[in-house]
């Protein structure tokens, strides 16, 4: 099987991994269960550090039981795999510090201790699972130790691996990115967007770049318009603080949605390598018809959700959640047309929604492909043939179909619409690895393809603040405005409607 796309395949070379913020919540869910089952699947290099950095007062033994909870938690080995843990926590050490000199030089200390025991390179990934305002003050403090270093043949090399939000908008992304680059060159940087790790997310380049069939017909004169959807059941649970200030629109669209449709609409790379990728996906976003802040109420509508009994459920209104004031308007919905202004997408309109308290969790990409000519059909009523659609399904039941007409048995001609399937799991068996096991395989392996770039993260705020700006001048009056388990306001359905089309219903 040919493996693509990491670029660099094979173990990784000797290196330690410095978490800040191993007392968290990411650490323990994410992080170091995919690390230890990297470990127990024969994955990482021999020589292998991990150094947890955060302010709680822990021993290395303390730290070590709590990470053997999480990995039982939150790990996905099997029982066999679990006996990998000893030699995983015996590479386990905790070093306790905030941003005083101090904690950097116990942490500067530890990672000599590390590299000379085991006589290998100085290769280190700094980790930031801190809260973003933490991610400047600590690469200062990296930086002051002397510990970001540039990378030189034979000396070793330093990344930094930063998890999203990057920035709360444009102006806040361009600070934290000339923070960023005041320590680190861009080369070293490795943004995460855990979405882009999915193996179905990276299956989409595949699909559309190693089948002849598709290519021909992925353009403005096969395809009527794309609909992507990253719709949520469940409500905000304990993060109405954090969700207060973000919104979906920084949470979803400006990085998830943005990246699917960067991947759908992207031409083919010269390569597989991270730059080439790269570039086709900042081209992409070049291309967006900017938004005016005139235009926003045509193309853009928001939601939230309000109270509703569900069978013998009450479901909160997002006014009522835990950290969110009575009297929010913070948007838990919105869709938005974007138009791509270039030769294979001109015309041809991308819908994107998302939001909390949906009827289903579902992220899909679907393309909806034109009517054909339908003069041999008359005698059959219009609406019942439906246009090819083709469906890629990213979350939960990950695969792709394909709707298509078919005539049903029977003396009349009439037309049906069938799919064409395929199931991820069916055809694999194994469910795929975790995101955050194939990011931080590629980080060790200096591999970048499926990490965001500067240039990438700005664009993708530039398309975003218009809105953004737009909806915090103008307070909406009429929030709550979607039902919980409802699909979300009906002015989405004005904007999809009033271009005579309508949402897929999933
Ligand atoms: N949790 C998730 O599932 C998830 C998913 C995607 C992205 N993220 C992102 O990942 C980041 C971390 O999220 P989280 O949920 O893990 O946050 P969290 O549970 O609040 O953890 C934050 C960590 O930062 C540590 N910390 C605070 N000040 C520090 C300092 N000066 N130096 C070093 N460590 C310090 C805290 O520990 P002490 O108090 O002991 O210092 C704690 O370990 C955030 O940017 C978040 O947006 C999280």
Not at 37 to 43: F, K, R, T, W
Not at 135 to 141: D, G, K, T, V, W
Not at 255 to 279: G, K, S, W
Request: proline share 6%; charged share 25%; net charge neutral.
């Amino acid at each position: 099987m040919a493996a693509i796309p990491s670029g660099t395949m094979g173990a990784p070379e000797a290196c330690t991994v410095v978490i800040f913020g191993a007392s968290g919540d990411l650490t323990k869910r994410k992080l170091v269960p995919a690390l230890h089952s990297l470990a127990a699947a024969g994955q990482l290099p021999r020589n292998f550090s991990v150094v947890g950095y955060a302010r709680s007062g822990l021993s290395n033994e303390e730290f070590r039981l709590r990470m053997r909870q999480a990995v039982s938690e939150y790990g996905s080995c099997t029982a066999g795999e679990r006996s990998a843990w000893e030699k995983f926590a015996q590479d386990l050490v905790y070093v306790r510090g905030g941003f005083e000199e101090e904690g950097y030089r116990r942490l500067k200390e530890t990672l000599a201790a590390i590299e000379g025991k085991s006589g290998s390179t100085k290769n280190r990934i700094f980790y930031l699972a801190t809260p973003p305002g933490l991610y400047a003050p600590i690469m200062r403090q990296i930086a002051a130790a002397g510990l970001a270093r540039k990378d030189q043949p034979g000396t070793g090399w330093t990344r930094v691996v930063i998890e999203k939000p990057f920035g709360k908008d444009l102006e806040t992304a361009r600070e934290l990115g000339r923070q960023v680059h005041e320590a680190f060159d861009e080369r070293q940087v490795y943004r995460i967007d855990h979405y882009l790790g999915k193996e179905t997310v990276q299956n989409i380049l595949v699909f559309r770049f190693a089948n002849a069939v598709f290519e021909p017909i992925w353009n403005r004169r096969y395809v009527d318009h794309v609909q992507i959807t990253a719709a949520e059941s469940m409500g905000v649970e304990h993060r109405g603080g954090y969700y207060e200030k973000a919104g979906v629109i920084r949470d979803m669209f400006q990085n998830h949605l943005l990246q699917l449709l960067c991947l759908t609409a992207m031409e083919p790379p010269i390569a597989f390598t991270a730059d080439a990728v790269r570039d086709e996906k900042v081209k992409v976003l070049r291309s967006v018809q900017p938004i005016s802040p005139e235009e926003v109420d045509q193309v853009a509508v928001r939601g939230q959700y309000g109270h509703e009994k569900l069978g013998d459920n009450e479901v909160k209104a997002y006014r009522e959640e835990d950290g969110v004031a009575p009297d929010s308007t913070r948007e838990t919905y919105a869709a938005v047309k974007l138009l791509i202004e270039n030769w294979r997408w001109e015309g041809v309109p991308f819908y994107l929604r998302s939001g909390k308290r949906l009827p289903k969790k579902i992220t899909e990409i679907a393309i909806h492909f034109k009517q054909p000519p339908l003069l041999l059909f008359k005698a059959c009523p219009i609406e019942k043939v439906s246009p090819n659609v083709l469906l890629l399904r990213i979350q939960p039941d990950e695969g792709i179909s394909l709707t298509f007409e078919v005539k049903p048995p029977g003396s009349e001609i009439c037309v049906n619409s069938l799919s064409l399937d395929f199931n991820y799991r069916g055809a694999f068996g194994a469910a795929p690895p975790e995101a955050y096991e194939t990011l931080l395989l590629d980080c060790m392996r200096g591999d970048s393809t499926l990490f965001t770039r500067h240039d990438w993260v700005e664009l993708a705020w530039f398309l975003m603040d218009p809105i953004l700006r737009c909806w915090e001048s103008k307070l909406p009056e009429d929030f709550p405005n979607y039902a919980a388990g409802s699909s979300g306001p009906r002015q989405a359905d004005a904007l999809i409607e009033s271009d005579r089309r309508r949402w897929r219903q999933s």
